[in-house]
């Protein structure tokens, strides 16, 4: 079956990621979009709108905090939510840690309206941006 | 567009297990099936073999004293991966209710893997540990 058009806009929105190119993964994400970030660290929590989602991406790109996306496994979707299976590693001025990560974003008229992380090394992540 | 077949077929797969059919369940299993529970609780850890797998449903019936409950939130396949957005409940040992993602691969109409995420595995880990 052909690709959803909802995960080709997500693949576009996370290579954009990738190559950091900001601009083009921000015109990805909804005005009103609320990101969930999941672990006990100092840049998990819950961020309402596209301005402040933006505004934690350039705190931790300040802080040294990189995300990166080593593999994208496969991305899966219909249309209203498009899940995205990775391999992550965050780094920090500390070290860094990988792992399996979901991200499952839902998505209205070709944006994302929310999302929700899923890293299967949230300790290790927890440990490292604690 | 029209659901895809491995998403009615894993659709099917939890329809059969709520009705408490596991006859229905187990012919969607590959023998080999390979399953990954996340966390730290007694029902964390891999599992190879369906049998395998129908011992931990049976262990969490237990530790859930019946109390366990399911809801299918929405369902997005291709022709390898079948993701799962779920909410799930129970009252036993200690109450819960949250999300969690369950990641299906599927080959030749079988379940051969299946990737389990809770979406805030702290919590679920507290509530199923006695």
Same mark, same amino acid.
Do not use: E, T
């Given at each position: 079956m052909a690709e959803h058009p909802n995960v080709e806009s997500t693949r576009a929105a996370l290579e954009a990621f990738m190559k950091g190119d900001m601009e083009t993964m921000g015109a990805a994400i909804a005005d009103d979009a609320i990101w969930h970030v999941p672990g %006990?660290?100092?840049?998990?929590g819950t961020f309402e709108g596209k301005a402040k989602i933006m505004g934690r991406f350039q705190e931790q790109a300040e802080a040294g905090v990189r995300a990166s996306f080593d593999e994208i496994h496969d991305i899966v979707g219909g249309d209203d939510h498009v899940v995205a299976l990775m391999r992550t590693t965050i780094s920090a001025p500390g070290g860094s840690a990988s792992g399996n990560a979901i991200f499952v974003f839902h998505v209205r008229d070709g944006k994302a309206t929310e999302f929700w992380g899923y890293n299967e090394y949230q300790a290790e992540i927890d440990a490292l941006l604690s | 567009m029209a659901e895809h077949p491995n998403a009615a077929l894993v659709r099917s797969g939890y329809e059969a297990f709520a009705a408490g059919d596991m006859g229905k369940v187990g012919e969607l299993f590959s023998p080999e099936i390979v399953w990954h529970a996340p966390g %730290?609780?007694?029902? %964390?850890g891999d599992r190879v073999g369906a049998e395998a797998v129908f011992e931990n449903f049976g262990k969490l019936m237990e530790l859930t004293a019946g109390t366990f409950g399911q809801e299918i939130h929405d369902v997005v396949a291709n022709d390898d991966h079948v993701v799962v957005l779920v909410t799930q409940w129970w009252e036993r040992p200690h109450p819960y209710r949250g999300s969690s993602v369950h990641v299906w691969h599927v080959k030749d109409g079988k379940a051969v893997e299946a990737w389990l995420a809770d979406l805030d595995q702290a919590a679920s880990d507290a509530a199923l540990t006695p």
């Open positions: %006990s660290h100092r840049y998990a | %730290s609780n007694p029902l %964390s």
